[in-house]
C-alpha cells in the first residue's frame, strides 16, 4: 500500500496560517492526495483533495510538487477549531490512514 | 442532504458474540467503506462495497465481514468477538472522485 509520511505534531498561533506537510514518494500516477482531519470524538472530515495541480476551497488549500512526491495542506488562518489531527492519504481506491499530524492551536 | 448515519451508536457485547452494524450513506453515494479505530492502531481500512460488490478488502480475519444492499447501504458482522475487537467502527460513503464523507461511528465494546 501506498504510503503517506507526517510529522506527529505541530503548533501554531490562532489566526496565523499554518502548512501541514506531507510525504508520498511512492506516489503513483492514477493516485489522489487526500486531507482529511479529525476532531476529538468525531469522525474523520474530508478537507481537500488533488491530482498534479493546486487546489483551494473554503477550508483549505493543496499545494502539490512538480514531481508529486510531497504536498502541503495550508490552513491561511488558524482558529481554536482547526486543533485536530490531519490525515494525508493517497486515494488508491481504499484510504489509508496514516498517523497523522496533530496540530496545536494556541490563542 | 442528510449525512451519514450509522446505528447503533454504542453497542456492549461478551467475548464469543456476534454484532451486527449497519450504515446508511448519503442519497447517491454508491461507494461505502468501513474502517476501524483504535488507540493503538489507529485508523484501518476493513473494506470497501460498490454497487453491492466488495471492490476492497483490509487486512483484517474472515471474522469481519459486510455487504452492501441495491439501496446502497451497508452492514459489517463480526462473528466470535474477541476483546480485541473493542474499537470505534466508522462507515464512509462517497461517489466518484469526491473525498469521502464519514459517519459518527459505533463505538462497540467487546466484554
Known amino acids: 500500500d501506498a504510503k503517506t509520511t507526517q510529522p506527529n505534531s505541530m503548533e501554531s498561533n490562532e489566526e496565523e496560517p499554518v502548512h501541514l506537510p506531507c510525504n508520498h514518494s511512492?506516489?503513483?500516477?492514477?493516485?489522489?492526495i487526500h486531507w482529511y482531519r479529525q476532531l476529538p470524538s468525531q469522525g474523520p472530515e474530508y478537507v481537500i483533495h488533488g491530482l498534479t495541480s493546486n487546489v483551494n476551497n473554503r477550508m483549505a488549500s493543496l499545494a502539490i510538487a512538480e514531481d508529486r512526491k510531497s504536498s502541503t495542506l495550508i490552513l491561511h488562518r488558524a482558529t481554536l477549531r482547526d486543533a485536530a489531527v490531519y490525515y494525508c492519504i493517497l486515494n488508491t481506491g481504499k484510504l489509508i490512514f496514516g498517523q497523522g499530524t496533530t496540530l496545536q492551536v494556541k490563542p | 442532504k442528510a449525512g451519514v448515519t450509522q446505528t447503533p451508536r454504542y453497542l456492549i457485547k461478551t467475548r464469543g458474540q456476534q454484532v451486527t452494524l449497519s450504515c446508511s450513506p448519503i442519497?447517491?453515494?454508491?461507494?461505502v467503506s468501513w474502517y476501524q479505530q483504535t488507540p493503538g492502531q489507529g485508523l484501518q481500512f476493513l473494506f470497501e462495497?460498490?454497487?453491492?460488490?466488495?471492490?476492497n478488502k483490509g487486512n483484517f480475519p474472515g471474522r469481519f465481514s459486510g455487504r452492501q444492499f441495491s439501496n446502497s447501504r451497508s452492514e459489517m458482522n463480526v462473528s466470535t468477538l474477541e476483546l480485541g475487537d473493542s474499537a470505534l467502527y466508522l462507515c464512509a460513503s462517497s461517489e466518484g472522485l469526491a473525498g469521502s464523507s464519514f459517519g459518527p461511528g459505533t463505538r462497540l465494546t467487546v466484554l
Open positions: 462495497y460498490f454497487s453491492e460488490t466488495q471492490r
Open positions: 511512492t506516489i503513483s500516477g492514477t493516485d489522489y
Open positions: 442519497s447517491g453515494h454508491r461507494s
